[in-house]
């Protein structure tokens, strides 16, 4: 028997916010999926849809990018960025074979441990269902 | 002695070929300073012919085309041992091109076909196609880029004088045109708003574009912002947007993931209903951020996807 599918998440949380609420998961003992490999941003708005290609290039099942709720960004307007890209990047990766349920921007604020961990909890467990990228077939060399 | 040069193509349109006869009054030029000895649309050598020579002794081989099929492969290989130098030619060559978007449907199958007699009671065979299409640096190496769909007459002419008659070669990889985005050489560049966004998504086939005025300030996908310069902006003097033909900056990995960035930064939304209607108004993303590149995507170099 072949081990069960664990799903690997890339997480990109903002300084301010989901970093944070992530921090308070952690010291308030919250248990979640161990599925998550956390990278910290200075803000949502600095995720790259190149980070996030190369995420998945690597080897990433799902890519989850957590930021300031609308308004409270410390950048003022770095979620709306992160947002727009967001809405696009989706939207092209999904013609590219990577389905939709593999990348989420969920809104997280310092004070919602309890959201990180439904969050990571809830993601891990779609992608299970998913199952991994399916990688291109290498091409024959003679 | 004079140089030996070779041109190839591979996955192609031909316009790569084209684009070397638009030389012009320059062609002569090149034949002063070079001998041409391989050159299938316009000269008749064969490949024994190639494979006769010692190796190395080809000075420059012009590759165009994408690698699509065992044959393409093959006479890529065998250019790359007799040659000293390869120039991976125009956008399909260093990224794959737009006969690259075929990886975007997945297998590519072989199209029957009906048996043809090789006059010996067998039968030809037709080259087999690959699953997916690839940039000519996956197969073989190759030491300098010449971007373009197809280039132009201006780069051609520099990438000539560089290699063939300065011989001041630049270092391996080099792509052979400046390495900054086509904005700032734009016309128009004057036009771009300080505060530039876009409301809404306009198709050039929905709008008649000024003729004067920053293409992305009028609602249309234009990806000058994300694109190598040096073609000297040909398209925005015809009136139409820059698809990226000239691929990315020495700083950019992957093409389409920069420019598509660039494009969803101008727009404006703020809400989940609104961005996704303004989305939707781009019928093609894929298509539209990685015309020229899909081979070159980083999701496509991933482990396994690779010809060697």
């Known amino acids: 028997m072949s081990e069960p599918f664990e799903p690997k998440i890339v997480a990109f949380f903002c300084n301010w916010c989901t970093y944070l609420g992530a921090d308070l998961a952690g010291t308030a003992r919250l248990k979640y999926a161990p599925n998550a490999r956390v990278v910290r941003v200075m803000c949502s708005g600095r995720v790259d849809p190149q980070f996030v290609l190369d995420a998945f290039a690597h080897g990433a099942d799902g890519v989850l990018i957590g930021g300031c709720h609308p308004g409270d960004c410390h950048y003022q307007e770095g979620n709306y960025k992160a947002l727009r890209r967001f809405k696009l990047l989706r939207r092209m990766l999904s013609q590219m074979g990577i389905e939709p349920e593999r990348i989420r921007l969920e809104w997280i604020s310092a004070a919602e441990g309890e959201r990180v961990r439904a969050v990571v909890n809830d993601m891990t467990e779609q992608l299970r269902q998913l199952g991994p990228v399916v990688k291109p077939e290498p091409v024959e060399a003679s | ?308």
């Not at chain 2, 007699?117 to 010449?146: C, E, H, K, M, T």
């Not at chain 2, 700083?251 to 809400?271: C, H």
Request: proline letters at 8%; a negative charge; aromatic letters at 6%.
């Open chain 2, 1 to 308: 002695m004079k140089p030996k040069i070779a041109f190839y193509w591979c996955a192609a349109c031909g316009g790569c070929e084209e684009c070397i006869v638009d030389l012009n009054e320059d062609l002569p030029r090149v034949t002063d300073v070079a001998d041409i000895v391989f050159w299938p649309v316009a000269l008749d050598f064969k490949k024994s012919d190639v494979a006769a020579m010692p190796d190395g002794s080809i000075t420059v081989t012009f590759i165009n085309g994408a690698i699509r099929s065992d044959e393409q492969l093959e006479m890529a290989r065998l250019f790359r041992e007799k040659s000293e130098i390869i120039v991976a030619f125009g956008a399909c060559a260093q990224m794959g091109g737009v006969p690259g978007l075929a990886n975007l449907v997945g297998r590519i199958t072989d199209p029957p076909s009906a048996p043809v007699s090789n006059g010996n009671g067998g039968f030809w065979r037709l080259p087999a196609l690959f699953d997916r299409v690839q940039p000519l640096d996956r197969a073989i190496q190759v030491d300098y880029y010449i971007p373009g769909c197809p280039p132009t007459p201006q780069i051609i002419r520099a990438a000539r004088d560089v290699l063939l008659i300065r011989r001041e070669l630049p270092p391996r990889g080099t792509v052979l045109a400046p390495d900054y985005a086509l904005c700032s050489e734009c016309p128009r560049k004057a036009t771009r708003p300080e505060d530039l966004h876009i409301d809404q998504f306009r198709r050039v086939q929905e709008c008649i574009l000024d003729e004067d005025t920053c293409i992305l300030a009028q609602g249309v996908v234009c990806l000058g912002p994300a694109t190598r310069a040096g073609c000297e902006a040909l398209c925005i003097s015809g009136n139409m947007p820059c698809t990226g033909c000239f691929g990315p900056t020495g700083r950019v990995k992957d093409f389409g993931g920069k420019a598509l960035s660039s494009i969803a930064s101008l727009m404006v939304g703020r809400e989940e209903e609104e961005l996704d209607r303004a989305v939707e108004q781009l019928p093609d993303p894929a298509g539209t951020f990685y015309r020229y590149c899909l081979p070159s995507s980083v999701l496509e170099s991933k482990p396994g996807g690779r010809v060697s």
